[in-house]
């Protein structure tokens, strides 16, 4: 590690100086995504305060209106990245339909689909909560962005990230160059390189589920949960639980420490929870990046083509052997606990 500091801006440069296909209006559009982490991320260390400093209703003591956080990401993400001209149409996970740049502005090459605030239930807890960003090139040629532009497979995407509001505030990105994490120094607004080449290890001993969809999982899913929990010295078993209902923070500590998350479909969803579009494709492609893998259960999500904007899909990232062992359990494939060791 260089005893120098490394702003984002610094790194970004860097890396496109080593590699010049990377365009200037490509880097610029990672930094917009930065520069509203940074609104964001001040909304979010103060919204408890909102009551201590007396908001009346709808109005905040300066009489600013006062939005629900996920509502001001979501805004604030659409102000800084719409007017930037580099953009040719925007989805969000909290719009219904896809946002073309308005009538007059100029119209870019790329595509944005983001999150702005995922882990809304723990918004209100101060727990970590997230946002995370999928940068595609568009396929149509002329005019604004269509859908089609929007719904391409998880492979084609140029750039993807989040940005984990925790104990302390951190982009983590990738262009397809390894991954990058960089910590927020609020003293001078400024996301500083802290972990360079993340590589996630090839095996964890964590596993993250919502545990109270038992009942509705498959049998596939039931007897690998089941297996995780049994003594087995060869892998480590039992693995330890670790679920804090936001994807992005149990997706960060499970890169960094190895281990499993899975979000799995069941009975009453088929598909799971999770979006494919904003949540599951940027999310696996930092995962494969750092070493991991990330499979709906039978298939890569980089390759599923989505057909709808807010389509859901099945999840099971991480740890390439945990994910491998996860898929070989779905697919019935790995036989697993019998039923008289079954921890239920
Ligand atoms: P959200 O986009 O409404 O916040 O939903 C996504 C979140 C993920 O962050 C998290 O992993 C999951 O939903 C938790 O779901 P559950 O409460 O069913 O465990
Ligand atoms: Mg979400």
Redesign the pocket.
């Known amino acids: 590690m260089s005893d120098r500091a490394v702003t984002l801006g610094q790194f970004v440069l860097q890396q496109e100086r080593m590699h010049p296909e990377a365009s200037g209006q490509f880097t610029s559009l990672l930094l917009d995504v930065a520069l509203a982490a940074k609104m964001i991320n001040k909304a979010v260390i103060r919204a408890g305060l909102v009551d201590v400093l007396g908001a009346t209703g709808t109005t905040n003591v300066q009489g600013e209106k006062v939005q629900k956080l ?1 509502v001001f990401a979501h805004e604030t993400i659409m102000r800084v990245l719409g007017s930037t001209g580099q953009l040719a149409v925007i989805a969000s ?1 909290e719009d219904e339909d896809i946002v073309q740049v308005t009538d007059g502005m100029p119209i870019g090459r790329y595509v944005v689909n983001f ?1 702005p ?6 918004i209100d807890a101060n727990v970590n ?2 946002t995370i960003f999928s940068i595609l090139p568009r396929l149509t040629r002329t005019g604004r962005g269509t859908h089609e532009d929007v719904l391409q497979a998880g492979r084609r995407q140029l750039c993807a990230g989040y940005v984990l509001y925790g104990s302390s505030t951190m982009l983590v990105y990738t262009t397809g160059d390894g991954v990058h994490g960089f910590t927020y120094e609020p003293s001078i607004g400024e996301f500083l390189l802290s972990h360079p080449n993340i590589k996630t290890p090839k095996r964890g001993r964590i596993y ?3 545990e ?2 038992y009942a509705h999982w498959s049998e596939g899913v039931k007897r690998y949960v089941d297996w995780l929990k049994c003594d087995d010295a060869e892998t480590g078993r039992p693995y330890s639980a670790r ?8 997706f960060h500590r499970n890169l960094l420490y190895g281990g499993i ?1 899975m ?1 799995p479909g069941d009975k009453k969803n088929p598909n799971g ?3 494919l579009l ?2 599951a494709a940027p999310l696996a492609f930092v995962a494969e990046q750092a070493g991991g893998a990330a499979s709906d259960g039978t298939r890569r999500i980089m390759d599923l083509a989505p057909a709808a904007l807010h389509q859901r899909t099945p999840l099971f990232i991480g740890s390439p052997e945990n994910v491998a062992e996860a898929q070989s359990f779905v697919q019935e494939k790995h036989a697993g606990v019998t039923s008289d060791r079954r921890t239920r």
Not at 117 to 122: P, V, Y
């Open positions: 996920d996970e999150d605030l995922d882990g809304s239930s723990n909560i997230g993250s589920a919502n109270g969809n679920y804090v209902g936001s994807l992005v923070a149990d998350y979000y929870k999770l979006r904003y949540e």
